[in-house]
């Protein structure tokens, strides 16, 4: 009897422990599936970040390089507008001054033929410098637009690393470069075409001078004349 009482006691207390530790291993099961769940949850939060920051990043270089071939495209019109006056400007002044050695001119076609000429040079002076302008205006905008690059490339470093997260950047990184050498070919044409506004400056200069010294009155828009003050004109101003 005795015997039986202690295998009694002997299953309950083997009973307790199997309990126990079923629950204990149902508590760790689901431990370990919570803890699952939420790395899951955070790893699928991070690739969605990840995601929502490259996506961000590829928007932002599409505005960059869309701005970057405007500006190319403007800058090579405003260019090719400015070089094409600067060329007839001075075709004109080379056939003038054959005329004038052959004394082929009286002294009012002569300064009918340089008040066209004067305004051959004024619009061309004034291409060159609404190109430069608009050149500057374009460097401005692709200046932001590598801003806005820089930003979104530093928001890509600063994100946990990704599979794809390294040549995203080198990616970037490259574009960038790309970009800020658009910036010195833009700054370059822009110092061209004030190469080209000076030349004319000093061709319109001269062209104003010799009306003045001839005795001649100006018909070009004062708003288009370098000395004006100091030229006599005439008609509608």
Same mark, same amino acid.
């Not at 009973?15 to 919570?34: E, H, P, R, S, Y």
């Not at 955070?42 to 701005?67: C, P, Y």
């Not at 960038?176 to 000076?198: C, D, G, M, P, S």
């Not at 070009?220 to 100091?230: Q, T, Y």
């Given at each position: 009897?005795?015997?039986?009482?202690?295998? %009694?006691?002997?299953?309950?207390?083997?009973?307790? %422990?199997?309990?126990?530790?079923?629950?204990?291993?149902?508590?760790?099961?689901?431990?370990?599936?919570?803890?699952? +769940?939420?790395?899951?949850?955070?790893?699928?939060?991070? #690739?969605? *970040?990840?995601?929502?920051?490259?996506?961000?990043?590829?928007?932002?270089?599409?505005?960059?390089?869309?701005?970057?071939?405007?500006?190319? =495209?403007?800058?090579?019109?405003?260019?090719?507008?400015?070089? @094409?006056?600067?060329?007839?400007?001075?075709?004109?002044?080379?056939?003038?001054?054959?005329?004038?050695?052959?004394?082929?001119?009286?002294?009012?076609?002569?300064?009918?033929?340089?008040?066209?000429?004067?305004?051959?040079?004024?619009?061309?002076?004034?291409?060159? /410098?609404?190109?430069?302008? *608009?050149?500057? @205006?374009?460097?401005?905008?692709? =200046?932001?637009?590598?801003?806005?690059?820089?930003?979104?490339?530093? #928001?890509?470093?600063?994100?946990?690393?990704?599979?794809?997260?390294?040549?995203?950047?080198? /990616?970037?990184? /490259?574009?960038? =470069? *790309?970009? *800020?050498?658009?910036?010195?070919?833009? #700054? #370059?044409?822009?110092?061209?075409?004030?190469?080209?506004?000076?030349?004319?400056?000093?061709?319109?200069?001269?062209?104003?001078?010799?009306?003045?010294?001839?005795? +001649? %009155?100006?018909?070009?828009?004062?708003?288009?004349?370098?000395?004006?003050?100091?030229? =006599? %004109? +005439?008609?509608?101003?």
């Amino acid at each position: 009897m005795g015997n039986l009482l202690m295998w %009694t006691e002997r299953m309950k207390d083997l009973q307790g %422990t199997f309990i126990f530790a079923v629950c204990l291993l149902a508590f760790t099961v689901v431990v370990l599936i919570f803890k699952y +769940g939420q790395e899951r949850a955070q790893s699928q939060i991070l #690739k969605a *970040e990840n995601l929502a920051t490259q996506n961000m990043a590829l928007s932002v270089e599409m505005e960059a390089a869309r701005k970057a071939q405007e500006a190319d =495209r403007l800058s090579r019109i405003a260019q090719q507008s400015a070089q @094409k006056n600067l060329e007839n400007a001075r075709q004109a002044r080379e056939m003038l001054e054959r005329a004038k050695k052959q004394n082929s001119l009286g002294q009012k076609e002569l300064i009918d033929k340089l008040n066209a000429q004067l305004e051959r040079e004024a619009d061309a002076r004034l291409s060159a /410098q609404k190109a430069s302008e *608009e050149l500057s @205006k374009q460097r401005d905008e692709l =200046r932001k637009a590598v801003e806005s690059t820089k930003e979104a490339l530093e #928001k890509l470093r600063a994100q946990k690393p990704a599979d794809d997260s390294a040549s995203r950047i080198a /990616q970037m990184q /490259q574009l960038l =470069r *790309e970009r *800020e050498a658009e910036i010195e070919r833009l #700054k #370059k044409r822009q110092a061209e075409l004030e190469f080209l506004r000076k030349q004319a400056y000093e061709a319109q200069r001269r062209t104003e001078m010799e009306i003045a010294a001839r005795g +001649g %009155t100006v018909f070009v828009p004062r708003a288009k004349l370098i000395l004006s003050p100091n030229i =006599r %004109t +005439g008609g509608k101003y």
